[in-house]
């Protein structure tokens, strides 16, 4: 019932600019954290960033300063600026909705940082 679908990844340069998107629909409970997670082939899952639908952030600490999440609850989306992209950032993408023991996740998409 519920859905998590992921754009914007791509092809980018050494210090370039994405906007990911993900839109969530369904049966969703508006107290909920939505985030960002990325997987390199061969690395485990990790956290990107996540914000609660009060507004609160969290980021690794790798991309302070250089991501930035937001999110629009009427929209039930979330979104990941990220600037002054780098090789290392170059991995899947995925969203994720969660909510007491709930966790929902989208496909991914691709984002490589490559000149």
């Known amino acids: 019932q519920v859905q998590l679908v992921e754009s914007g990844g791509g092809l980018v340069q050494p210090g370039g600019s994405l906007r990911l998107s993900c839109a969530a629909s369904g049966s969703i409970w508006s107290i909920n954290v939505m985030g960002w997670y990325r997987q390199a082939p061969g690395k485990q899952r990790e956290l990107v960033a996540d914000i609660s639908s009060t507004g609160r952030a969290n980021y690794a600490d790798s991309e302070k300063g250089q991501f930035s999440i937001s999110r629009d609850n009427a929209k039930n989306m979330v979104y990941l600026q990220m600037n002054s992209l780098k090789p290392e950032d170059t991995a899947v993408y995925y969203c994720?909705?969660?909510?007491?023991?709930?966790?929902?996740w989208g496909q991914g998409t691709q984002v490589t940082v490559s000149s």
């Open positions: 994720k909705l969660s909510w007491a023991e709930r966790q929902y």
